[in-house]
């Protein structure tokens, strides 16, 4: 019996074997691009079963500080402690954005009444630094279709996590220092400014996406945030640093 798959498992396959290839699409076939929305988270999902991947993280971000909110799962093997060495050419673009990223103590898992804004508040118990390595499946990025990009896991290359703190209500979310250099250069130094504002307000938005979409978000997993510094692109291979005043360092090698 021949299952016919709909364009959005269709372009979720074809980047989830790009994923798994460490390649590039030439082209995402016109009648394969997300109608709206919905077809390119269709097309996530579609995309993690294809490459046999579990889901060990979220990332999520916004381009203003009152402006809708976006978000996608982050494979559990494209996630590595810090002090990790990833290799360059794993990746066929490759950006670095130092981030903050949350853990709940809590599981969230789908409801059919929404969550409260409280309620996803009172379970936040960690947070950290991260590094996501922004990296593409579709030749042509970034001037590409922006569904197209949601769908590819919203740019996602791999997520470098620093150690975790406790969560402090009283942390400066919205310009905190932060610190980041490659091979002992400064890349960014100063206040750090994320387009979302506070990043917590995001969190929220995450719990209730994926509880319409039937997905658990268990205690513990990792949810990153959004940028404080820009994306920088190394040139070569190199020691990257990371520091946001008041969270562990975070470290890791390009090779």
């Known amino acids: 019996m021949t299952t016919l798959l709909s364009a959005a498992e269709e372009l979720g396959h074809l980047l989830g074997d790009a994923y798994a ?8 076939p016109p009648e394969l691009e997300p109608a709206d929305i919905d077809d390119a988270y269709r097309a996530q999902q579609a995309f993690l079963r294809r490459s046999c991947a579990s889901i060990g993280g979220w990332k999520i971000g916004s381009k203003s500080d009152s402006g ?6 982050l494979p559990l093997s494209g996630i590595h402690p810090s002090s990790s060495v990833l290799r360059r050419s794993a990746f066929s673009v490759l950006r ?18 929404p969550v409260s804004d409280a309620e996803v508040m009172e379970c936040i118990s960690s947070m950290g630094a991260s590094i996501e390595i922004v990296s593409s499946r579709l030749a042509g990025w970034p001037d590409v279709p922006k569904l197209n990009q949601l769908a590819d896991l919203q740019n996602h290359g791999a997520l470098v996590v620093g150690e975790l703190a406790d969560y402090r209500d ?3 979310f919205r310009r905190p220092a932060a610190h980041l250099t490659f091979n002992g250069a400064d890349v960014f130094k100063g ?11 995001l969190l929220s938005w995450l719990v209730n996406h994926c509880s319409a979409r039937g997905i658990a978000i268990p205690g513990g997993t990792v949810i990153t945030a959004g940028s404080y510094t820009g994306m920088f692109f190394p040139q070569e291979s190199g020691m990257v640093i990371g520091q946001i005043a008041g969270l562990p360092p975070i470290h890791f090698e390009l090779s």
């Open 191 to 201: 206040q750090g400014v994320n387009p979302a504002g506070d990043p917590r307000r």
């Open 68 to 73: 809708p909110i976006q978000g996608a799962p």
């Open 170 to 172: 009283d942390f400066d």
């Open 96 to 113: 670095l954005e130092l981030e903050i990223m949350f853990c709940f103590d809590c599981d969230f898992t789908p409801r059919s009444a």
């Open 21 to 28: 290839q460490q390649a590039m699409l030439a082209i995402v």
